[in-house]
């Protein structure tokens, strides 16, 4: 069984930089792995930021991009808002198959 | 813009089969610029990936809910649908309809999702 981990919480004053990660169970991320990056708001459909690792959306704020760091795929927002309150799940390609990471909350204090 | 819309009943006996359609607007479905597909989220839980299918009619599911998945595209009505049967408690979810380019791995555009409750 596949698992693919994401930090359960994390927290960033407003104006600040965090960065959140994706990592596998099989190993080290590649982009092989293809992955994905969606923000979800309660009661709302989750929305895609960031694809094939570093590809954003055209409605994607300039502030999130993609990369791999240390053998796991990462989204840093940089000057966050207070509206990127949210849920963020990664989504990871295992050849024929997807899957999503836990979900990582991000709070804006 | 692509937009899609997912229909169904809201309400499920347990063992019975879970039947889902999503209407696709603003693209075809025979196009064959995007795959079609299904993903679910159960209530404050995460998101799980369940299949695709292209308008050929080749599809690929999710292995650990593989047995029970049916997906199929209906090219005339501009629609694709999930059937998942043997229903139980644990299927309860919000299903959400997607497009799904393979050349990038993107997912672009989702439906704003349907509760499916399993209950008798």
């Known amino acids: 069984q596949t698992v693919v981990t994401q930090e359960p919480s994390l927290t960033v004053s407003p104006g600040g930089t965090v960065t959140l990660t994706c990592a596998s169970s099989?190993?080290?991320?590649?982009?092989?792995?293809?992955p994905n990056w969606f923000q979800q708001k309660p009661g709302q459909a989750p929305r895609p930021l960031i694809y094939?690792?570093?590809n954003i959306h055209s409605w994607t704020p300039a502030r999130f991009s993609g990369s791999l760091l240390g053998g796991k795929a990462a989204l840093t927002l940089s000057g966050v808002q207070p509206e990127d309150e949210a849920e963020y799940y990664c989504l990871l390609y295992y050849g024929g198959a997807w899957v999503f990471g836990g979900g990582t909350k991000l709070t804006v204090l | 813009q692509v937009q899609l819309q997912e229909s169904g009943p809201g309400l499920v006996k347990p063992s019975e089969t879970l039947s889902l359609t999503c209407s696709v607007s603003?693209?075809?479905?025979?196009?064959?610029?995007?795959?079609w597909s299904w993903i679910r989220q159960p209530p404050g839980k995460g998101l799980e990936w369940i299949g695709y299918i292209y308008y050929s009619g080749s599809t690929n599911s999710n292995p650990s809910l593989k047995s029970r998945v049916t997906i199929s595209v209906d090219t005339s009505k501009n629609q694709f649908s999930l059937k998942l049967s043997s229903v139980t408690a644990a299927d309860t979810a919000v299903y959400y309809c997607?497009?799904?380019?393979?050349?990038?791995?993107?997912?672009?555009?989702w439906g704003q999702g349907t509760l499916v409750t399993v209950s008798s």
């Open positions: 094939s690792t570093s």
């Open positions: 603003g693209a075809s479905v025979s196009s064959g610029s995007h795959y």
């Open positions: 997607a497009t799904y380019i393979p050349q990038g791995g993107s997912f672009d555009y």
């Open positions: 099989t190993g080290a991320v590649t982009s092989g792995y293809y």
